[in-house]
């Protein structure tokens, strides 16, 4: 007989452990197992069967790996978290028996010191790997650089967030990295290129903020505590990379009078204060020490070949020699990839140095402005990670870093977020308006006038040049201007999906295109009729028109109308004709001669039908809108039955597939219906603002 089978050893219950059952094994309170849980990256798991996976009749919702738990058993941290029970055990006794200054005294000595580096190394075992999770932590810790310090959010934390942030930005700002940019609704997107990985996080703007009461702030912190060490150790490598000193110094006293990105002052290794390295740069060794760059990254185990440029910088360094230069980017070469088959897919090819080159290049040779309106920090991050060094700003948005004031004429571009700003008045005298003599002091220029020589622009501008590639039309982002659609840059178009960049006629379908002109015509057709006598419809005269014309009307025998001062010269012709044969009376046509009436008596006839109705008011009967109707209908028709046979073939079809297989081409309609329904109304809106007139959203 077989050994009997003991329940909750196997399977489910033995690979899933539930949070109760967590936490008793570890020894500690439920705050400190979800802080172990955040640091270490560990998640709740769903298992199949919470009915299998529980050892107990109560359903449990929460379930961990046991060998997560088990690898949590031997943390360092553990005992750090034990000694902070003990002391809080202390401190509250002390403070029991109204011994405050030993309290204070155990707190200050005996609080034990969190370090979490070797998590940081646990967690990400090469630099690539860090970077590809950054995206979380910038978001998180953006945010709490723009919160205001509350009892929640302590203003140490608040500060040392936005230290971090802007260190990150002047590593960005230096190596121009930044690609992308897109403001929406939550907040400003931002993707950045750091060493081949796209890193892509969301800025919140700088509004009032004013926290809920359903946010647990102590889980937000644990988060902000592991983020703030893993930004600090990307933040020194990344400045060690290229050659600068880490941290970069701060001027407490421009911080406080508003200077954020020019209240850091970058330093280069080895040589503090000098603006140049690379006139200091020795060439043989420089090129040694690139040499050995390049070959250690065409090494096929190299995995990470540009984390590892800050090793060879600072192997070149104890040897001698000086870091690359700063301002130039790092010459790496990628590898090419070519089809072997001339029909396949073409595959773009990456170009990091086409990249930073355009980046470096796109406002470097401007010198702009930032009105007191517009967003000054997101506006200066933008224009410097894109080459421009003179950014100038209003003293009321932080008077130190500003290159220039906003009367100064070196200044080409303005960016302003006001309605249109009028030119310059003219001046009273001959003279110039800024004349400044003995007698008195120069005339005062008014602020809400343009200067002449400088380009106006909306702060939109910037962000959709940065996104094309290449500077847009001044003129479409003018003051007061209708802006043009700003676009996400990660959005791209697909096939039969709307497109807000491409005309209406050339996306829209041949029946959405036939159901529109149909609706036109009815819209005109109700108007028609709804219309009063002795109103005005474009295309139809009026009663008082009518009287005047049938005093200019000469009619025989009640059929003939001749319209004065008509302009028809079908008509004219025709008239003219029974005016030359001598034709004074018409007694109808006999059976044979209907017969031989053509064609165009006929459309004469029905053309001088029309006439009459529209001199009494009245709506004429087209032949041709009814022959227009008729062969509209035929088409639908003709339309409605392919579709029907397509239908009905594909459900033929259908018939003869697996049960998987059509399930899943049933989910593939469906899913391509939806698109299509969405971007059918997206087309039927667009539609809707053009013939109201107002300007299109694109196109």
Same mark, same amino acid.
């Given at each position: 007989?077989?050994?009997?089978?003991?329940?909750?050893?196997?399977?489910?219950?033995?690979?899933?452990? +539930? $949070?109760?059952?967590?936490?008793?094994?570890?020894?500690?309170?439920?705050?400190?197992?979800?802080?172990?849980?955040?640091?270490?990256?560990?998640?709740?798991?769903?298992?199949?069967?919470?009915? $299998?996976?529980?050892?107990?009749?109560?359903?449990?919702?929460?379930?961990?790996?046991?060998?997560?738990?088990?690898?949590?058993?031997?943390?360092?941290? !553990?005992?750090? *978290?034990?000694?902070?029970?003990?002391?809080?055990?202390?401190?509250?006794? /002390?403070? #029991? $028996?109204?011994?405050?200054?030993?309290?204070?005294?155990?707190?200050?000595?005996? =609080?034990?010191?969190?370090?979490?580096?070797?998590?940081?190394?646990?967690?990400?075992?090469?630099?690539?790997?860090?970077?590809?999770?950054?995206?979380? %932590? !910038?978001?998180?810790?953006?945010?709490?650089?723009?919160?205001?310090? =509350?009892?929640?959010?302590?203003?140490?934390?608040?500060?040392?967030?936005?230290?971090? @942030?802007?260190?990150?930005?002047?590593?960005?700002?230096?190596?121009?990295?930044?690609?992308?940019?897109?403001?929406?609704?939550?907040?400003?997107?931002?993707?950045?290129?750091?060493?081949?990985?796209?890193?892509?996080?969301?800025?919140?703007?700088?509004? &009032?903020? $004013?926290? #809920?009461?359903?946010?647990? *702030?102590?889980?937000?912190?644990? *988060?902000?505590?592991?983020? =703030? +060490?893993?930004?600090?150790?990307?933040?020194?490598?990344?400045?060690?990379?290229?050659?600068? &000193?880490?941290?970069?110094?701060?001027?407490?006293?421009?911080?406080?009078?508003?200077?954020?990105?020019?209240?850091?002052?970058?330093?280069?290794? #080895?040589?503090?204060?000098?603006?140049?390295? /690379?006139?200091?740069?020795?060439?043989?060794?420089?090129?040694?020490?690139?040499?050995?760059?390049?070959?250690? !990254?065409?090494?096929?185990?190299?995995?990470?070949?540009?984390?590892? =440029?800050?090793?060879?910088?600072?192997? /070149?360094? @104890? %040897? #001698?020699?000086?870091?690359?230069?700063?301002?130039?980017?790092?010459?790496? @070469?990628?590898?090419?990839?070519?089809?072997?088959?001339?029909?396949?897919? @073409?595959?773009?090819?990456?170009?990091?140095? /086409?990249? &930073?080159? +355009?980046?470096?290049?796109?406002?470097?040779?401007?010198? &702009?402005?930032?009105?007191?309106?517009?967003?000054?920090?997101? !506006?200066?991050?933008?224009?410097?990670?894109?080459?421009?060094?003179?950014?100038?700003?209003?003293?009321?948005?932080?008077?130190?870093?500003?290159?220039?004031?906003?009367?100064?004429?070196?200044? +080409?571009h303005q960016i302003v977020d006001r309605p249109d700003i009028p030119l310059p008045s003219p001046p009273l005298t001959d003279g110039g308006l800024d004349t400044d003599d003995e007698d008195g002091p120069a005339v005062a220029r008014k602020t809400n006038e343009r200067i002449p020589g400088r380009i106006y622009v909306q702060p939109q501008w910037v962000w959709d040049s940065v996104n094309a590639g290449q500077l847009q039309r001044a003129d479409l982002y003018a003051p007061g201007a209708t802006l043009p659609p700003h676009l996400s840059p990660w959005v791209k178009p697909k096939k039969g999906g709307y497109d807000p960049t491409v005309p209406l006629a050339e996306q829209e379908t041949a029946a959405e295109a036939e159901a529109d002109s149909e609706e036109d015509e009815l819209e005109a057709d109700e108007a028609l009729e709804e219309a009063s006598d002795g109103e005005e419809i474009e295309g139809v005269r009026g009663d008082e028109e009518a009287r005047e014309l049938e005093d200019e009307v000469i009619v025989d025998d009640g059929m003939d109308v001749e319209l004065a001062a008509s302009d028809d010269d079908e008509e004219d012709d025709i008239l003219d004709t029974k005016a030359g044969a001598g034709i004074d009376e018409w007694g109808g046509f006999s059976g044979d001669e209907a017969g031989d009436v053509d064609e165009s008596t006929r459309e004469a006839r029905a053309h001088q039908a029309e006439l009459e109705a529209e001199a009494l008011g009245h709506m004429p009967q087209s032949g041709k809108n009814d022959a227009k109707k008729q062969a509209r209908e035929a088409a639908q028709s003709k339309r409605t039955k392919a579709e029907r046979e397509a239908l009905e073939d594909v459900e033929r079809r259908k018939l003869m597939m697996p049960r998987r297989k059509r399930k899943m081409f049933e989910k593939m309609v469906y899913s391509n219906a939806k698109k299509d329904e969405e971007a059918e109304r997206l087309r039927a809106k667009k539609r809707k603002i053009e013939k109201q007139g107002g300007k299109p959203k694109a196109g």
């Open positions: 007989m077989g050994k009997i089978k003991k329940k909750g050893t196997s399977g489910n219950a033995k690979n899933y452990i +539930t $949070r109760s059952q967590a936490v008793r094994k570890l020894q500690i309170p439920l705050p400190d197992f979800r802080r172990l849980c955040i640091f270490k990256g560990i998640y709740p798991r769903e298992p199949r069967s919470k009915k $299998r996976a529980s050892k107990s009749s109560t359903p449990s919702t929460t379930f961990y790996y046991t060998k997560d738990i088990q690898y949590l058993l031997h943390e360092p941290l !553990l005992e750090k *978290f034990r000694d902070q029970k003990a002391l809080a055990k202390k401190i509250s006794k /002390a403070l #029991g $028996r109204n011994e405050v200054s030993d309290a204070a005294r155990l707190e200050r000595n005996l =609080t034990p010191r969190i370090r979490l580096d070797h998590i940081i190394k646990e967690r990400y075992p090469t630099f690539v790997d860090a970077l590809r999770d950054m995206d979380d %932590a !910038l978001s998180m810790l953006f945010l709490f650089a723009n919160l205001p310090s =509350t009892e929640n959010v302590p203003p140490k934390a608040v500060a040392k967030c936005q230290r971090l @942030t802007l260190e990150f930005e002047h590593y960005l700002i230096r190596t121009h990295s930044l690609r992308k940019s897109f403001l929406s609704i939550k907040g400003i997107y931002y993707q950045a290129t750091i060493q081949g990985q796209d890193v892509l996080w969301l800025v919140p703007y700088r509004f &009032v903020q $004013r926290a #809920g009461t359903d946010i647990d *702030f102590r889980i937000m912190a644990t *988060f902000v505590e592991f983020y =703030t +060490t893993l930004l600090s150790f990307v933040n020194f490598r990344l400045y060690t990379s290229i050659g600068l &000193v880490y941290p970069p110094k701060l001027d407490a006293k421009s911080e406080e009078s508003g200077a954020e990105l020019s209240a850091f002052q970058l330093e280069n290794q #080895g040589n503090a204060g000098q603006a140049e390295v /690379a006139e200091a740069l020795d060439t043989e060794m420089h090129s040694k020490a690139q040499a050995e760059a390049d070959r250690l !990254l065409s090494l096929p185990e190299a995995e990470a070949g540009t984390a590892e =440029t800050g090793d060879v910088q600072a192997e /070149a360094l @104890t %040897a #001698g020699d000086e870091p690359t230069a700063v301002d130039e980017p790092a010459s790496t @070469t990628l590898d090419q990839f070519t089809s072997l088959d001339p029909n396949a897919d @073409t595959l773009l090819q990456p170009s990091l140095t /086409a990249d &930073v080159y +355009t980046a470096s290049q796109l406002f470097e040779s401007f010198t &702009v402005f930032l009105s007191r309106e517009t967003p000054r920090h997101p !506006l200066e991050f933008i224009l410097r990670a894109f080459g421009c060094k003179r950014v100038g700003w209003d003293t009321s948005l932080g008077e130190p870093g500003a290159y220039c004031s906003e009367d100064d004429m070196r200044i +080409t």
